[in-house]
Protein backbone atom coordinates (compact mmCIF):
# COMPACT_ATOMS: atom_id res chain seq x y z
CA UNK A 1 0.00 0.00 0.00
CA UNK A 2 1.25 3.53 -1.05
CA UNK A 3 0.28 5.86 1.78
CA UNK A 4 0.47 10.14 1.31
CA UNK A 5 3.14 12.01 2.09
CA UNK A 6 1.44 13.85 4.84
CA UNK A 7 -0.72 11.42 6.60
CA UNK A 8 0.59 8.43 9.45
CA UNK A 9 -1.59 5.44 9.76
CA UNK A 10 -2.21 4.96 13.76
CA UNK A 11 -4.80 1.99 13.39
CA UNK A 12 -4.55 -1.44 12.56
CA UNK A 13 -6.84 -3.80 11.06
CA UNK A 14 -6.99 -5.33 14.86
CA UNK A 15 -8.02 -2.51 16.49
CA UNK A 16 -10.77 -1.49 13.60
CA UNK A 17 -12.08 -4.39 14.34
CA UNK A 18 -11.69 -4.08 17.87
CA UNK A 19 -14.01 -0.80 17.39
CA UNK A 20 -16.53 -2.29 15.14
CA UNK A 21 -17.13 -4.90 17.36
CA UNK A 22 -17.68 -2.51 20.21
CA UNK A 23 -20.25 -0.37 18.71
CA UNK A 24 -21.92 -3.13 16.80
CA UNK A 25 -22.54 -4.31 20.68
CA UNK A 26 -24.12 -0.94 21.64
CA UNK A 27 -27.98 -0.33 22.12
CA UNK A 28 -29.19 1.93 20.29
CA UNK A 29 -26.34 1.45 18.20
CA UNK A 30 -24.61 4.83 17.03
CA UNK A 31 -24.58 5.89 13.34
CA UNK A 32 -21.22 6.52 11.24
CA UNK A 33 -19.26 7.69 8.45
CA UNK A 34 -15.89 7.49 6.95
CA UNK A 35 -13.92 9.56 5.64
CA UNK A 36 -11.74 8.24 2.50
CA UNK A 37 -7.89 9.50 2.66
CA UNK A 38 -6.96 9.03 -1.03
CA UNK A 39 -10.13 10.53 -2.62
CA UNK A 40 -11.55 12.73 0.09
CA UNK A 41 -15.26 10.79 -0.02
CA UNK A 42 -17.33 11.27 3.33
CA UNK A 43 -19.65 8.36 2.72
CA UNK A 44 -23.02 8.70 3.80
CA UNK A 45 -24.29 7.86 7.40
CA UNK A 46 -25.03 4.21 8.54
CA UNK A 47 -25.69 2.08 11.25
CA UNK A 48 -24.77 -1.18 10.58
CA UNK A 49 -21.25 -2.02 12.25
CA UNK A 50 -21.25 -5.98 11.25
CA UNK A 51 -20.95 -6.03 7.67
CA UNK A 52 -21.22 -2.12 6.10
CA UNK A 53 -18.00 -1.05 8.15
CA UNK A 54 -15.55 -3.53 6.83
CA UNK A 55 -16.47 -3.51 3.28
CA UNK A 56 -13.54 -2.85 1.50
CA UNK A 57 -11.18 -3.07 4.22
CA UNK A 58 -9.72 -0.40 6.93
CA UNK A 59 -6.81 0.84 4.72
CA UNK A 60 -8.30 3.91 3.01
CA UNK A 61 -10.65 5.08 5.90
CA UNK A 62 -8.86 8.30 7.61
CA UNK A 63 -11.23 8.41 10.02
CA UNK A 64 -14.82 7.26 11.07
CA UNK A 65 -17.18 9.97 12.83
CA UNK A 66 -19.19 8.27 15.83
CA UNK A 67 -22.96 10.73 15.77
CA UNK A 68 -24.28 10.51 19.32
CA UNK A 69 -27.95 11.22 19.45
CA UNK A 70 -28.39 11.15 23.88
CA UNK A 71 -26.14 11.52 26.66
CA UNK A 72 -26.98 8.23 27.84
CA UNK A 73 -25.38 6.93 24.40
CA UNK A 74 -22.25 9.42 24.46
CA UNK A 75 -21.28 7.58 28.07
CA UNK A 76 -21.86 4.04 26.38
CA UNK A 77 -19.13 5.60 23.46
CA UNK A 78 -17.16 7.38 25.35
CA UNK A 79 -16.86 4.21 27.45
CA UNK A 80 -15.92 1.39 24.47
CA UNK A 81 -13.81 4.27 23.07
CA UNK A 82 -11.61 4.03 25.71
CA UNK A 83 -11.68 0.37 26.37
CA UNK A 84 -10.92 -0.51 23.13
CA UNK A 85 -7.80 2.45 23.37
CA UNK A 86 -8.45 4.52 19.69
CA UNK A 87 -7.19 7.99 18.51
CA UNK A 88 -10.81 9.92 19.35
CA UNK A 89 -11.61 13.32 19.42
CA UNK A 90 -14.70 14.51 20.48
CA UNK A 91 -16.46 16.71 17.94
CA UNK A 92 -19.95 18.62 17.78
CA UNK A 93 -21.96 15.50 16.22
CA UNK A 94 -20.17 12.85 19.00
CA UNK A 95 -16.42 11.33 17.97
CA UNK A 96 -13.83 11.46 15.39
CA UNK A 97 -11.50 8.29 15.39
CA UNK A 98 -8.82 8.09 13.29
CA UNK A 99 -7.26 6.14 10.80
CA UNK A 100 -4.41 8.10 9.59
CA UNK A 101 -3.35 11.46 11.19
CA UNK A 102 -1.20 14.43 9.56
CA UNK A 103 2.35 14.18 9.68
CA UNK A 104 3.36 15.99 13.20
CA UNK A 105 -0.31 16.35 14.15
CA UNK A 106 -1.04 14.96 17.57
CA UNK A 107 -3.68 12.48 19.11
CA UNK A 108 -5.60 11.64 22.32
CA UNK A 109 -6.94 8.58 23.24
CA UNK A 110 -10.60 8.80 24.77
CA UNK A 111 -11.05 8.63 28.81
CA UNK A 112 -13.62 8.66 30.70
Wanted: glycine content about 6%; overall charge negative.
Amino acid sequence: MKYTVNLVPVMSDTKWDELRLAMYELEPTPSWRTKCWENGHVSEWDKEWFYHFSVGGYELMEWVEIRIESKEQKHKVLSELARVHVPTEEISEGFRVYGYIKLGQSIQYAKL
